[in-house]
Every structure is written in C-alpha cells, then in structure tokens.
C-alpha cells in the first residue's frame, strides 16, 4: 500500500496533519490503534482549549480556527469550551478523503539508511498491512513510530518521572448560580484566578470542604476541586483524579484505569455531600483514555525547552506561536502557595520552531503532537490542544511541498 503521506496518531494533530497534507494534494493514509478520531480531545475529553490568544490576537494558526468556528456552526463550543461529541463530528467530516485505518499499530519499521521504506502495521483481528510512504508523521503522543525507528528519545524529568495523569469526566445538572454564591461568599477558598463573574465558569479550591471530608475520612484523591463549565445546560468537565505513573509501563498504565475509576466516584461523591450546587448532580460519562500528559519524547533536529517558554524565545524557523506556560503535574500531588496565590500573566508568546518537529536521524520522519523534539518543561507547557493542532497544519502543508525528506526544506522554511 503507497502514499505519499503516511500519518500515525489519529488524535488531534494527526488529525490536522493528515487532512492539510491531503489537502495540498497528496495520497494520505491515517493510522489509529482506536476506532474514532480526535485522541484526548474527544476519548479523553480534554478541555478546554488553553489560552490560545494574547489581548485581542490569535495566535493559533487557520485550521484550528476552522475547527473553532465549526464548533460555533454546530452549536459545540462555548467561548474556548467545546462538546467533544460535536468535535468528533467535524474531524470526520473534514477527513473526507483521507483513507482510514483503525485497530492499527505499528509493530516493524524497515529503514533505508536514515529514511523510512515502509512499516508493519498489525490490526486487532491479527491483519498484517505493509505501508510504504514517502513521509512519515509520528503523531502517536508516545513517539512510538520514532521508538520503533531507533531514534533517540527522552523520557520524564531528569530523574525519569512523567507527569501525572488524569482521567477526566462530566457531570451535569450542576446549579451554576449556588457556584457563583460560594465563590462570591468565600474567595479564599479558591484559587485566586478564579472569578464568580467568569463567562465561563473556571473553578478550583473548595479547600475548605476537601479539608473537612478528609478529617471525617472521605476518601479523596485531591487537595483540591477541580471543574470547567460546558456547552450546554449545567455540564461540568472534572480534572481532579490524579495518579503517578511510569507513562511507557503498560501494566502500570492499565492498573491507573481501574485506581482512575475508582477516583472519579469519589470525586463525584464528595461534590454531592460537600459542594453548593452539585446536590442533584449525576455523571454523564467517563473519558475511555487514561490523560497521560507525558510519555516519550523524540529528539528532534532542535530540542524545545522550558527555558523557550521563559524566555519568551523566537526563531529564525518559528512556525508556531504559543503563550501558555510550563505546567507541570507532579506525582505527588501537593498546593503550591505561590500558584495558589497568583492569577498567570499573559504578555508576550514564544515560537517553536520547525526544527523541533522533524526528526534529527531520519529525514522523512516528522513528530508532532506531546511527543514533539521537548525537554520536559518546554512539553508541559506546548502539549495543549491549540499547540497540537497548529504542529499538524504546519507539518501537513511541509508534507505538501517536498517529496521524501523533510531536512530538504530547512532551509527554505528559514526563509
């Protein structure tokens, strides 16, 4: 089987890679190990879109607009909030064209000096497919295209931790107007960026009530109450579990979904008992993917860093162009009193540049996605959605210039 694009990962950005490469007139074939698109924007329900804007610019790049505006069309997105439904929706759509391949994984990479020939892919039901492809888009978020390529790649902090993960959740039928009183009543009790007269409601503390049930031994995986308002009517999605993994260990990864599971009714439960407006609340669904923030990180021709978001860096081969900063979700889970005290300020962006999305040691290997070329501050900060997507179109319309080495338009890109 040959294309011209081969594209693994069918989460958001091998989504936006796959549909602009096709889109610039390429034969492109979309490798998913799952049976549905959109990774942990929709399976894992991941919201909302991070903070993508500065003052009154955007900063995402057009697809990403594209997908924000279809969401307004199909009634799916509230201010930077969507339904992950409706998203699902709109990427099929746009992938017409594109041919699928679900239940498939790469499991044999045969290279031709530092090029890519082909690669094995295996199905669920034992079905053996050989792709041969002129590029490659790593977008698998656990770089394991490059993995299987022999490149090199990083892993963790510097003594080999990932971040935590998280399995996020909605709940509906919350009262919105008693969350507002509480915030409004009691602002100590939340963090301080949060605000009773937010559009959308962004809110997390309830220390208070997270201190009282565990004095009256409620089990609770938390210090702290995490929620973000929804489309729709008294919809909340539920980044609050928390648990320390090592994010390339499969057991480990499988044994998190049963502890996850179990977090996400605690949760819930305390939220009915403790919480002003969550009485009569009841929960619509749990995401069917573990939020792993973190796994593998491929070595790019450049190495993206904490210090880039810091420094507020630009480069001569800055493609994307980013604000949200280094966000990094320990094993252990304990309050920073200066996070705790302090609303983020958003006043310049930082670029990533192209070099940190194409392979250092294979030349028609790109990566995109939370396993881009990162040190493990520059990931926490790049691995949100907008990001993501913004990697996809810009490799995806790279993909559409060249033919089978991606180092060939460096240069070009330069200038």
């Not at 499991?107 to 039901?125: A, D, F, H, P, R």
Request: charged share 25%; aromatic share 12%.
């Amino acid at each position: 089987m040959h294309f011209d694009v081969a594209v693994f990962g069918g989460g958001i950005s091998g989504v936006s890679a796959a549909v602009n490469a096709f889109r610039m007139g390429k034969k492109v074939i979309l490798i998913e190990q799952s049976f549905t698109v959109g990774g942990s924007a929709t399976s894992g329900l991941v919201n909302p879109f991070m903070r993508y804007w500065l003052d009154d610019k955007i900063l995402a790049g057009d697809f990403f607009q594209e997908i924000l505006d279809d969401l307004k069309k199909y009634n799916g997105r509230f201010e930077n909030t969507f339904d992950s439904e409706i998203l699902k929706i709109i990427l099929f759509e746009k992938l017409e064209g594109v041919t699928l391949l679900f239940r498939a994984m790469p499991i044999e990479v045969i290279k031709n000096g530092n090029y890519i020939e082909k690669v094995v892919v295996q199905t669920s039901v034992g079905n053996k497919y050989e792709i041969n492809a002129n590029l490659y888009i790593d977008a698998t978020g656990d770089s394991s295209l490059s993995y299987l390529s022999g490149c090199k790649t990083f892993s963790g902090d510097e003594n080999g931790n990932n971040q935590a993960a998280t399995l996020m959740f909605t709940i509906s039928n919350v009262d919105f107007k008693k969350v507002r009183e509480s915030i409004r009543n009691d602002p100590d009790n939340f963090y301080k960026w949060v605000s009773p007269d937010s559009k959308v409601l962004s809110v997390a503390g309830y220390f208070k009530e997270v201190k009282r049930a565990k004095k009256e031994g409620f089990s609770y995986p938390n210090d702290y109450f995490f929620f973000i308002q929804l489309p729709g009517n008294g919809r909340v999605t539920v980044n609050t579990t928390h648990i320390g993994i090592n994010a390339t260990d499969e057991f480990e990864i499988s044994e998190a979904m049963k502890i996850a599971h179990k977090q996400v009714y605690q949760v819930f439960d305390f939220a009915k008992k403790y919480v002003s407006g969550f009485k009569d609340s009841y929960i619509e669904k749990i995401a069917c993917l573990l939020g792993i923030r973190e796994s593998r990180r491929a070595e790019g021709m450049y190495v993206f860093k904490g210090k880039d978001v810091v420094d507020k860096s630009k480069f001569d081969d800055g493609v994307i162009k980013a604000c949200y900063g280094v966000d990094v979700h320990k094993k252990e889970q304990v309050i920073d009193e200066n996070e705790k005290n302090s609303v983020p300020k958003y006043e310049d962006y930082y670029e990533i540049p192209i070099r940190s999305l194409i392979s250092r040691e294979i030349k028609n290997l790109a990566v995109i996605g939370r396993g881009f070329s990162s040190d493990f501050f520059g990931q926490s900060a790049a691995r949100i959605i907008p990001t993501c997507v913004d990697m996809g179109e810009v490799v995806g319309k790279l993909a559409g210039k060249v033919k089978k080495d991606f180092h060939e338009l460096f240069e070009d890109s330069r200038n």
